[in-house]
């Protein structure tokens, strides 16, 4: 079974390498090592990991926040917060990012491998789920596709849908399609239906 792969996006260089070394103890790899919110976007697109473990407080113009953002509505990666700060303030504007999870630092061992195990099995899950919409919406989308035979009633024109029952053609394909209908007449018909009209034309016209 390969590795989860997580980046790790902190300013404080003493700090990221003794996360990196708990996250490989624990069977985990880390392909980089992030300072900035905007490394950190870049190399997440780069990358593309299982997840990233997001500092909330970064050094630059860019917040955690801001980044785990666009990280997860951009290339749908989970992501969890780290923070010294646990203020009620944070915590509103963290809950906004939909996070996979939250350390508060200092953090042990055992509760690092269970947020982190937590997180894969929830987008695991979110990624099953979307999965399954799109197969719904594409069955329902071949579902309204037309296929095999009817029967066309050929003076009426209307369509048999069971023995002894017959609805209009029009009926029946706005149910069983994405058709919209709009209505007009053809040239055959009009000169028909108003032969009056089309004399004149003729009249006219010689």
Known sequence: MSKSRIIIVEDEYVVAVDIQKALESLGYDVPAIES???????????????????????????????????????FNIPVIYLTAYASEEILEDAKITEPFGYLVKPFNT??????????????????????????????????????????ICSACKKIRIQKNQWDHIEEYLREHSDVEFT???????????????????DAEDN
């Open 36 to 74: 900035t919110a905007e490394s950190a976007i870049a190399k997440a697109e780069q990358i593309k990991p299982d997840l990233v473990l997001m500092d909330i407080v970064l050094k630059g113009e860019m917040d955690g926040i801001e980044a785990a953002e666009q990280i997860r509505s951009s």
């Open 110 to 151: 055992n509760n690092l491998r269970s947020t982190i195990e937590m997180a894969l099995h929830k987008a695991k899950i979110e990624r099953r789920r979307e999965e399954y919409v799109l197969e719904l919406q594409d069955a329902l989308a071949r579902a309204k596709t037309l296929n095999g035979t009817l029967t």
């Open 183 to 201: 209505h007009g007449i053809c040239h055959e018909c009009a000169k028909k239906l108003y032969p009056e009209f089309y004399k004149e034309k």
